[in-house]
């Protein structure tokens, strides 16, 4: 009997191995340690979170048949059992604080498909000595690399990091007076963070930095990277830079020279000193750095209406706020991107119509806009946040560019979607292009073409008639081609266990002969 509970588990074994694949399960594990993950808009994942113990972390290029794109925040935040991690070329974020903590990595290689690694990622890992980061457009967050034994072991002065020094990492160390910097060539990025420095619960800048040349190559400036360096004069701005971070120039009070290229296309918030002298080199009036609309200079209440110029590829934080005698404004396809608040307290502002392009409306973007009665939201719009609309005082309708089907994907809280769905109007759908085309008239067609075209469509419709039963019959005697493919397989499953089974009895029926013998 003994005997024969191993034979069942052995058949049971197999039937589990042959059949498994047909069950369509997919294990998202590693040497047994499960990641959990969420699914993103795009079809893709983002790893949340790792349960299992290993020195050896392969994070996975596929899970559950999805590809993974991003680590989110915290995902393996203070695991010192991991001493090596591995990226797959899929992966195209790292969150914030994704490593932080993990005593025990020395060495990291990032693939060049990541494009953003978020704050203190792999901060606060002590062991961490050797960092690879291949050439191309890559954004870190603030302290990313801090408190590693990489940084520990590099020399006072200007830190560089990446393939050819192309990462501006930070200065380190104490900068001597009236200090001025010429960051080298080949440099393409300077980091969040790179002229400031936390002391104790305050952020702070180098005092004593004065002026900063940045080569041509220089594509974005990092969240923070000038914060607090309160007496830098002068800086260039290069042909090419793109992006401004958040507060990236916050506090440096004394700027005057700020030149600007064609090139630039964002500004994130408080990125450029609102009070420093630069901006007395422009006109009262709108003020554009580079494809950014960046303000109204002067007495904002002379402005009722505007138009934005073509061109323009981003409206900046808080543009318009409080332009109390706008009332229409003209923005172009060109732009894309609305910075938070930038209509906000607009209380004149009566209609507005969002480019194609946009497809966040952020925070604030409406608030206080007490006339404002209707607003045009393009199809491609992914997100609403809060507050971003002013539903309480005049907002009549809302006209939405998209289907049903795509609306109901936007993100937004409840209470938001409750509001819009209100006053939501779809936009009318334009007419098929062949439905336009002019008909014939039907006088100019004779009785001869008349006949004709009957005896022409009765043999047309005679002949498709035909060709769909021939195809129908096709239909009923083909199977389709990955169920054919299954049902073989598993008949040759079915009859491979049956077969075993058979072995397996007679083996025992000779035993149990031999044993009575």
């Known amino acids: 009997m003994k005997f024969r509970g191993k034979v069942t588990a052995y058949i049971s074994a197999m039937m589990i191995v042959f059949f498994y694949p047909q069950l369509n399960l997919n294990v998202n594990s590693v040497e047994e340690n499960v990641f959990l993950y969420n699914e993103l808009e795009d079809g893709t994942v983002e790893i949340t979170g790792y349960e299992g113990e290993t020195d050896w972390l392969l994070i996975p290029s596929e899970i559950d048949g999805k590809s993974v794109s991003g680590i989110h925040e915290r995902a393996f935040q203070s695991r010192p059992s991991v001493v090596t991690v591995e990226f797959p070329d899929t992966l195209k974020s790292i969150g914030e604080g994704a490593f932080y903590g993990c005593f025990g990595i020395k060495s990291i290689t ?16 002590p062991e961490l000595e050797s960092i690879t ?7 870190l967050g603030e302290w990313a690399f801090d408190s590693t034994k990489w940084l520990s072991e590099q020399p006072d002065g200007c830190v560089y990091l990446g393939e050819n020094d192309h990462i501006f990492y930070c200065y380190r160390g104490i900068m001597p007076d009236n200090t001025s910097i010429k960051i080298k060539d080949g440099t393409t990025y300077i980091a969040s963070t790179a002229f400031s420095y936390v002391n104790g619960d305050t952020v702070e800048g180098y005092e004593n930095l004065v002026s900063v040349e940045l080569p041509d190559g220089v594509k974005a400036i990092g969240d923070r ?6 007496n830098l004069t002068s800086i260039n701005l290069p042909d090419g830079l793109i992006s401004l971070g958040r507060m990236a120039f916050i506090d440096c009070e004394k700027l005057n020279t700020f030149s600007v290229s064609e090139s630039l296309e964002y500004i994130d918030e408080y990125s450029v000193p609102e009070e420093a002298p630069w901006l007395g080199g422009y006109d009262d009036g709108a003020v554009y750095l ?3 609309f960046y303000t109204i200079k002067g007495d904002k209440n002379k402005i009722t209406s505007i138009d934005i110029k073509p061109g323009t590829k981003s409206i900046a934080y808080k543009a318009f706020f409080q332009c109390e005698k706008l009332e229409t404004v003209t923005v172009p396809d060109s732009v894309v991107n609305f910075g938070r608040g930038a209509f906000s307290d607009c209380i004149s502002l009566r209609t507005v119509n969002i480019p194609q392009g946009v497809d966040i409306i952020d925070f604030y973007t409406f ?4 006339s404002l009665s209707s607003i045009t939201l393009p199809a491609g719009i992914k997100r609403i946040e809060s507050m971003a609309l002013d539903y309480e005082n005049s907002l009549k309708e809302i006209i939405y560019c998209g289907t049903e089907e795509s609306f109901g994907k936007i993100k937004m809280e409840d209470y938001v979607r409750k509001e819009i769905t209100a006053i939501l109007k779809y ?15 039907e006088s100019s067609v004779t009785e001869q073409d008349s006949a004709d075209e009957s005896v022409q469509s009765t043999s047309e419709n005679e002949s498709r008639t035909e060709s769909s039963e021939k195809t129908d019959t096709k239909k009923d005697t083909l199977p389709d081609n990955d169920n054919y493919v299954k049902i073989i397989i598993i008949s040759l499953i079915s009859a491979a266990v049956l077969l075993c089974i058979a072995i397996a009895v007679i083996y025992i029926s000779r035993k149990n002969k031999k044993h009575k013998e």
């Open 110 to 125: 990032i693939p060049k498909s990541v494009k953003s690694i978020g704050d203190h990622a792999f901060g606060y890992c």
């Open 133 to 139: 980061i291949p050439e191309g457009d890559i954004a």
């Open 225 to 230: 990277a000038f914060q607090g360096c309160i």
């Open 290 to 292: 580079g494809k950014v």
């Open 367 to 370: 608030s206080g806009c007490k």
């Open 427 to 441: 936009a009318p759908v334009p007419q098929e292009e062949s439905s336009l085309q002019p008909q014939p008239d």
